[in-house]
């Protein structure tokens, strides 16, 4: 007669599975709100005033930068601790995020592996069709190699490499994730794609070819120089004249792309997002740990925000350049979450040339530590 009673090994099975469920759960499509915690919602009602004298004092330098460079410059900072408050030049519209994006394709693959649906150590298989131009080696890479999560996750982040997000990307779903991004903020993201599908939205209305075009095709472009040439090499591809294309410029080009909201965001939204990472209210602690460690060791940030700020400052960030567009954000003193964390988001549009957004940044990382991070200096001080 066959026992119906269950082994030792399908009790600890049951075990595993719901442990995991439960992760899921909490880290899942339930995330903890900041509604549920009076402490957390008065630290941020504080943070979210306007009258710390920090505010009009960096308002003020901010002007000056952003009238000394050509286009627009966004720029959206909170502050908690001592003198909390927030600066917003958002102008209360979305914002072209370019690789920024990349925060929150991570955030999305550490609370899959917080929930128990994916392994740092899970490999990937790279394919010929997973290549796309950008930053990072992955491009130098021969398909048939395979990586893990880990260190996809690691390249993504800290080199910005677009080949090992689309990846991360593919693995997650772009329906999950963005379902993801709207939980955790509450709206304000436009839809956010895949690299790869930023280049067929670009040149996809210049002519009907571009859709049959593989994925080398476009890594190609990127060996002419940006602007007419880089039309040109386009013609070629699709083995067409120039005169074929329906573009004039190729800052036509992605001016048109640019006002759909794909990749975009509200900066108060990104704001959102960031200050619930850094508070804990989106990963575990080892993977919230991990992510800031990443947003630290990024490759791509040394021309920007960090280099105008007070030697020695703890700023976990990220950045995103494409054709005008240039963003950086991130959090001064992570660690400190609701308790002393500065917010800073930034991003410039429309400018002639990349050195003029970078001005733009550094002038923002000095007005920091003369203005806001003063206030943080001063309360470390006073606490001692």
Request: aromatic letters at 6%.
């Amino acid at each position: 007669m066959t026992s119906h009673i269950p082994s030792r090994t399908t009790f600890r099975h049951a075990s595993i599975l719901l442990a995991i469920a439960l992760l899921a759960a909490c880290r899942g499509a339930d995330a903890p709100s900041p509604a549920s915690d009076p402490d957390a919602r008065a630290a941020i009602a504080a943070a979210q005033t306007t009258d710390a004298a920090w505010v009009g004092a960096l308002d003020t330098r901010i002007d000056a930068l952003d009238d000394a460079i050509p286009g627009r410059f966004g720029v959206y900072v909170r502050h908690y601790g001592a003198a909390p408050g927030t600066l917003d030049r958002g102008d209360d519209r979305a914002w072209y995020l370019s690789s920024a994006i990349k925060i929150p394709v991570a955030i999305a693959v550490l609370e899959q592996v917080d929930a128990g649906a994916l392994s740092l150590d899970e490999m990937l298989t790279l394919a010929q069709t997973d290549f796309v131009d950008g930053s990072g080696d992955m491009l130098q890479r021969k398909p048939g190699e395979r990586f893990s999560i880990g260190t996809l996750l690691e390249k993504s982040l800290r080199d910005s490499d677009s080949t090992a997000t689309d990846m991360l990307i593919r693995k997650l779903g772009e329906d999950r994730l963005n379902a993801r991004i709207g939980e955790w903020t509450g709206g304000g993201f436009g839809p956010v794609t895949t690299i790869l599908q930023v280049r067929y939205d670009a040149y996809g209305p210049v002519h009907p070819g571009v859709a049959r075009l593989d994925n080398m095709a476009i890594v190609r472009l990127r060996n002419a120089d940006a602007g007419e040439a880089r039309l040109q090499a386009l013609a070629r591809e699709l083995g067409v004249a120039r005169t074929d294309l329906d573009a004039d410029t190729l800052e036509g080009v992605f001016d048109a792309y640019y006002r759909s909201d794909r990749n975009t965001a509200t900066l108060p939204a990104f704001a959102t997002l960031l200050d619930r990472l850094a508070a804990g209210e989106l990963l575990s602690p080892d993977s919230t740990r991990l992510m800031l460690d990443h947003m630290r060791g990024i490759s791509t940030g040394d021309r920007r925000i960090s280099a105008g700020l007070p030697p020695g400052t703890d700023f976990a960030q990220k950045t995103g350049t494409q054709l005008r567009r240039a963003c950086n954000v991130g959090v001064v003193d992570p660690e400190r979450a609701r308790d002393g964390a500065t917010l800073v988001l930034a991003c410039a549009e429309d400018f002639d040339d990349i050195a003029d957004a970078e001005t733009a940044f550094q002038g923002l990382g000095r007005a920091l530590g003369e203005t806001v991070l003063v206030s943080k200096a001063a309360e470390t001080r006073s606490s001692r």
